[in-house]
């Protein structure tokens, strides 16, 4: 009775392979992985022209470490090693750098460490690299080993399980490498083909990988944060471009996310973050991420590839302004993906053009910038406002916060680390509420947050983001944030989001932000914030890194060769206070959940908080923030403006009315004093 069942299942997926792999063909011949035989010709050109300093950097590289003992000192150099040896015999056929990667390869697959899946990597670039190098016996060893390693690897996933968006793309070139190096060959055939099939299933078909990527982010934007994001730019992007090399079906023409990433990129990053090699570019530190700083030799390459893919002329730009700075080092052993990805030719186009904002529908954040300067001297002015509608892995409970910087000096910051994401800091502190620039209302009796600290704020996203699966991105019940509002022109940029959604419905009935960026250097903050309870103690937030100065109604955060003036306008009458110093970085309820690996300056030490002394069910803040140099002593005058119907104030000539009670207004009059 069993015998015929089991025929049954392995017809089954015979069949589902087969359907699978009908949709697409590999090509014939190597090499296929990243580039093909017909492209050579070009790479050695460029090898011997534009990019010759850089291949010999390589190939010195090489020549110095090819007595290396073995095994070498880390899993990790397992790929970079058989990279380059194997990049520099395709392009200069000298025999001895195929005989240093052969060595390495022989020592791993001897000594039982083929599972290794750096090995899996460089190994299948060996293969596909080396072809005409190797043996029929010696690809016969090689492509089997690779194969059962890729197969080794795909064993060990629950590939329909993964639940952060960036977890699978991450993986997925493990699969892709040795599956399509070794596809046709006549070596391990089935589990070849198995791997490829995987590969694709998961890039192109049903609510995988691609298909939710290009759901949350297909304008290039990312809900993870802008450090995750680079695991997209890098790991998944690799797993595509041999996908295009290798076979007739190619993600990038289906991808939105990868298309529209460079303008993502030119408005994250701000300036350059700090000299010397070990300097960054910096970023305005979305989710889960270390520093606010985004890694310029990953985006670097990156705006290479995309920009030879797409012919992106501002791509190309933002590669070549991030080696302007000094920065975007690419280590020399991987100076190949540096030649196979730039294209010479292409001319670079600056983004003077583009407008001053950009609204990221998908991802529900506006950028703001007074100017394009990467430089560490840039005194432009740089704002992101958040009100995301899907929380993910690696994002934060921070809807409506509100980051702002000049130049290179953070005004109003992200604070905390992603220290571990178990950490106690990371649950009480770093992705809450609390550690963020927007508002918190404080329900004593909140169950919200189960054993971690009440920090009055939205739901962490710790609390529903397990079983959250690729494809539930369009889940209603999963939206927490919306921005409901945009507009942007010469003079001024507005927007407005809603985040009622990310807090507990028993406690808060609407929380609305209205930011207004009269151009270039004041912002205009409305918060309409109404609790279920006038006991709820509401709290307006605002991180800097040093400590503030509180004169009366304005607070002043000086970095740097730059200073914040925060006046608060209503409610009415409130209290401003800060909280931090040493001991208190990070409180919550008295209580300081420093980091497990220690604070840095960039993760921030005070805030200041703003509350009004007379209870209600609801409350409006209305606060000016001024950006400025620090050798201004005062913030323009600010004359309230308050009327039936609006709330608002004159500053500087500039004159920002809301409606009171947020309904639509076609017409006001007011006077205010001045």
Not at 568 to 587: C, I, L
Request: aromatic residues 12%.
């Amino acid at each position: 009775m069993k015998r015929p069942a089991t025929f049954t299942l392995l017809v089954a997926v015979l069949l589902s392979f087969a359907l699978t792999a009908s949709a697409y063909e590999v090509v014939s011949g190597h090499p296929r992985l990243y580039f093909t035989a017909e492209e050579l010709p070009a790479l050695r050109a460029k090898c011997s022209g534009a990019l010759a300093s850089d291949y010999q950097t390589m190939k010195s590289w090489c020549d110095g470490h090819k007595s290396d003992s073995l095994p070498l000192a880390s899993p990790d150099f397992y790929e970079t090693h058989l990279a380059a040896y194997s990049f520099v015999w395709l392009m200069s056929q000298d025999d001895s750098y195929a005989e240093r990667a052969q060595s390495i390869a022989n020592y791993v697959m001897s000594h039982g460490q083929q599972n290794i899946e750096q090995f899996t990597r460089g190994g299948s670039y060996f293969f596909d690299w080396c072809y005409g190098y190797l043996s029929v016996s010696e690809r016969e060893t090689l492509g089997a080993a690779i194969v059962a390693s890729g197969k080794n690897y795909l064993d060990l996933n629950n590939w329909d399980q993964m639940i952060n968006y960036h977890s699978k793309p991450r993986l997925l070139r493990t699969l892709t490498a040795p599956g399509l190096a070794v596809y046709g060959e006549g070596i391990s055939d089935v589990d070849a083909r198995e791997l490829c099939d995987v590969a694709y299933e998961h890039t192109f078909g049903g609510d995988h990988t691609l298909c939710a990527i290009d759901e949350i982010a297909g304008d290039g934007s990312y809900f993870e944060g802008d450090y995750t994001s680079t695991v997209l730019a890098t790991k998944y992007r690799e797993h595509c471009e041999m996908w295009a090399s290798a076979t007739d079906a190619d993600p990038f023409a289906a991808s939105g996310n990868f298309q529209n990433m460079s303008t993502y990129y030119l408005y994250e990053v701000f300036a350059k973050n700090g000299p010397g090699a070990a300097a960054s570019m910096s970023g305005s530190r979305q989710g889960d991420s270390h520093n606010h700083t985004m890694p310029a030799a990953t985006i670097r390459l990156a705006m290479y590839s995309l920009a030879k893919r797409y012919q992106d002329p501002r791509a190309q730009w933002l590669a070549e302004e991030i080696e302007a700075q000094g920065l975007g080092y690419v280590l020399s052993y991987d100076l190949w993906k540096l030649i196979v990805e730039k294209d010479t030719s292409l001319t670079a186009q600056s983004p003077a053009g583009l407008p001053d904002s950009w609204y990221f529908q998908t991802m529900g954040t506006v950028y703001m910038r007074s100017g394009w300067d990467y430089s560490e001297s840039s005194e432009d002015v740089y704002a992101v406002f958040r009100c995301e509608k899907y929380p993910p892995g690696h994002t934060h409970a921070h809807q409506n916060h509100l980051f702002i910087a000049r130049g290179n000096d953070l005004l109003a910051i992200d604070s905390g680390t992603y220290d571990n994401s178990v950490s106690s800091h990371h649950f009480n502190y770093f992705e809450r509420t609390i550690a963020h620039n927007t508002i918190t209302v404080y329900d004593p009796s909140e169950g919200t947050f189960g054993s971690y600290a009440n920090d009055g704020g939205q739901i962490p996203p710790s609390v529903h983001v397990h079983g959250v699966y690729c494809g539930d991105a369009s889940l209603p019940e999963r939206d927490r944030g919306h921005i409901i509002g945009y507009q942007e022109n010469d003079a001024f940029t507005y927007a407005i989001g809603d985040a009622t959604a990310a807090y507990a419905s028993y406690k808060l009935d609407l929380f609305t932000r209205e930011v207004v960026w009269v151009k270039p250097d004041i912002f205009v903050i409305l918060d309409r914030v109404r609790a279920t309870s006038a006991s709820y103690e509401k709290n307006w937030l605002l991180h800097s890194l040093d400590e503030p100065q509180i004169a009366g109604d304005t607070a002043i955060i000086q970095e740097g060769g730059s200073k914040l003036f925060v006046k608060t306008v209503m409610p009415s009458p409130f209290q401003m206070t800060k909280t931090g110093g040493s001991g208190h970085e990070f409180d919550v309820n008295g209580v300081n959940y420093a980091p497990s690996g220690g604070a840095d300056p960039d993760h921030g030490a005070w805030r200041i908080e703003v509350r009004p002394t007379m209870s209600a069910d609801e409350h409006l803040f209305l606060h000016v923030l001024y950006v400025a140099d620090s050798s201004v002593s005062s913030m323009p005058d600010v004359n309230p403006i308050a009327a039936d119907d609006v709330v608002g104030v004159e500053i500087g000539g500039h004159v920002v009315v809301f409606s009171r009670t947020g309904a639509s207004i076609n017409s006001v009059m007011y006077e205010y004093e001045g």
